[in-house]
C-alpha cells in the first residue's frame, strides 16, 4: 500500500524522504501551464518540476540558458494554481545564483513567494552547497542537480553521458555528499551510469531522481512532452513513450478541419 496513494494529504518536500526511508518509489514529470499539470496532477503524481526545460519545450530555445526569473515564475504560478496535492518543484534558472550566496537567497525567497512552489532546484555541487544551505536556512526546501547539468552545457560542449571517468565520478559523489550536508531533501541525477547512481542513492539521506540514471535511483523524472510522446525525432536511450499524444493531436485536429471543410460543424444541435 502506497503511502501517496493511500494519504491524500499534500505532499511536501518531507515527503519525498519519507517515501526515500519507506521504499517507495517517487514519481515526478514536469509541466508548465495550469492546464497540463492539472491533468498530471489529477492523475496522481507525486511531484510536478516546473523546469528550465520551459525555454526549450514551451519556447523553443536550443538550450536552457536565456530562460529568466520572471519567466520561471510565471509558469511556477501557473502550475502551482493547478495542482492539489503534488509537490511543486521551480527550477532556479541559470544566473540566478551562481553570482553570489545573497543573491542566489534572494532569488530563492522571491520565487517562492510569488509562486507559492514546495522547494527550489538548483544545479551544481560543492560550489554552490554554502548558497544551497544559506536557502534552506531561510526555510526553503532544495532539489540539488548532479550529472549532466543543461545550464553547463557549453562547458560541456554536448549532452553525452556524464561521470564515465572515474576521477569525475568521485567529482560527483563528493558533490552528493557536500549537498545532502547542506541539507538537500533530494538529489537529480541526470545521464549518469546506473551503477554510479545506485551507489549515490546508498550513501546519502536526501531521495535521489534520476533521468538516464538507471533503476536504483528513489524516484525518477521525465519531461511531458517527451514522456507522453509529444515530441518528435527525440528519443534517448533513457526515455520511454508511455503514449502517443503527437498522433492522437494530430488526429484530432485533423478531423476538425474536415468537418468544418464540409459544413458538418457546427451542426444544429451545437449552434444557438
Do not use: W
Not at 516546473?50 to 501557473?78: F, L
Not at 556524464?162 to 538529489?187: H, M, N, P, Q, T
Not at 538516464?212 to 509529444?230: F, I, K, R, S
Request: aromatic letters at 6%; charged letters at 25%; hydrophobic letters at 40%.
Amino acid at each position: 500500500m502506497g503511502y501517496l496513494t493511500t494519504d491524500k494529504k499534500k505532499v511536501t518536500a518531507k515527503t519525498l524522504l519519507e517515501m526515500k526511508a519507506a521504499g517507495e518509489k517517487i514519481t515526478q514529470m514536469t509541466a508548465y501551464d495550469f492546464t497540463t499539470a492539472g491533468i498530471i496532477d489529477a492523475a496522481g503524481i507525486d511531484s510536478i518540476l516546473v523546469g528550465d526545460s520551459a525555454s526549450n519545450v514551451m519556447a523553443g530555445n536550443m538550450d536552457t540558458t536565456p530562460i529568466t526569473v520572471e519567466q520561471m515564475i510565471y509558469h511556477a504560478r501557473a502550475v502551482v494554481r493547478a495542482c492539489q496535492r503534488c509537490l511543486v518543484v521551480c527550477d532556479m534558472p541559470f544566473g540566478s545564483y551562481q553570482v553570489s550566496r545573497e543573491e542566489g537567497i534572494r532569488n530563492a525567497i522571491r520565487i517562492i513567494k510569488e509562486t507559492g512552489a514546495g522547494a527550489v532546484k538548483m544545479e551544481g555541487g560543492r560550489e554552490i552547497a554554502d548558497t544551497v544551505k544559506g536557502i534552506i536556512d531561510a526555510g526553503i526546501p532544495v532539489i540539488g542537480h548532479l550529472g549532466l547539468t543543461p545550464q553547463s552545457i557549453h562547458k560541456f560542449g554536448g549532452y553525452g553521458l556524464r561521470a564515465k571517468e572515474e576521477s569525475e565520478a568521485k567529482k560527483l559523489i563528493e558533490d552528493a555528499l557536500a549537498l545532502d550536508a547542506a541539507g538537500v531533501s533530494g538529489i537529480t541525477l541526470e545521464k549518469v551510469p546506473s551503477a554510479l547512481a545506485s551507489k549515490v542513492t546508498s550513501m546519502v539521506k536526501a531521495a535521489t531522481i534520476g533521468i538516464g540514471a538507471g533503476n536504483e535511483t528513489d524516484g525518477q523524472v521525465l519531461v511531458y512532452a517527451d514522456a507522453l510522446g509529444m515530441t518528435q525525432g527525440f528519443k534517448p536511450k533513457f526515455l520511454r513513450h508511455f503514449a502517443n499524444v503527437n498522433q492522437c493531436m494530430t488526429e484530432g485536429v485533423q478531423e476538425y478541419i474536415k468537418c468544418v471543410k464540409e459544413k458538418s460543424f457546427p451542426s444544429v444541435e451545437e449552434s444557438y
